[in-house]
């Protein structure tokens, strides 16, 4: 399957499971997807962040999501240590390498999936799409293909995105 871009708000995408990137120390963040998911999911969301905490840079944790989302599940991924902090795009690489792992081991046929590193880690958009795609395409060689949709609320990163031409798998825009 082709990997989707959509712009719009990564809470309404149908899927099995939501990625929801986040920092090693505990600190979920007001005005970031964080704070927008832990709006909408409520505080058992953040006090099971919170226990998982300290993280390091690739772990990834699966935790059921609320009742009221559209997503059965979460994909907690830690791209940075400490909230706001500049990132390199292997942090990306390596975070996506384990959720895919670990998406691929508990059979997560669908994932929404924003952007890593983008916002506070000041990767450009381009460049974590990029890298985001790579590990996607290593999972499919080893026969692990889900739908993957790469949602981001922000008309100029998915422009960004798909102005040259993505790699492979190809892309689609949706608004």
């Known amino acids: 399957m082709p990997v989707t871009v959509l712009c719009g708000n990564i809470l309404e995408q149908p899927a099995e499971a939501l990625v929801l990137p986040c920092n090693g120390s505990g600190i979920m963040g007001f005005m970031s997807l964080a704070g927008d998911v ?3 999911m409520g505080r058992r969301l953040y006090l099971e962040y919170r226990k998982l905490c300290p993280m390091e840079v690739g772990d990834v944790h699966l935790i059921d999501a ?10 907690l991924a830690c791209t940075m240590i ?4 500049p ?3 292997e942090n990306v690489s390596k975070t996506s390498r384990a959720i895919l792992r670990l998406a ?11 952007l890593l590193g983008s916002g506070g880690g000041r990767i450009d958009g381009r460049k974590s799409f990029e890298a985001i795609v790579k590990e996607i395409e290593a999972f499919r060689e080893q026969g ?10 922000s008309p100029h990163k998915v422009r960004a995105i798909l102005e040259e031409p993505a790699p492979s798998p190809a892309s689609t825009l949706e608004f």
């Open 144 to 153: 692990y293909d889900p739908d993957i949709f790469i949602v981001e609320k």
């Open 104 to 114: 691929r081991d508990h059979g997560i046929a669908s994932l929404a999936w924003p």
């Open 82 to 85: 400490l909230p706001g902090t």
């Open 38 to 40: 832990r709006r909408f």
């Open 87 to 89: 990132i390199p795009v």
């Open 66 to 75: 609320s009742p009221s989302a559209r997503q059965e599940k979460v994909l």
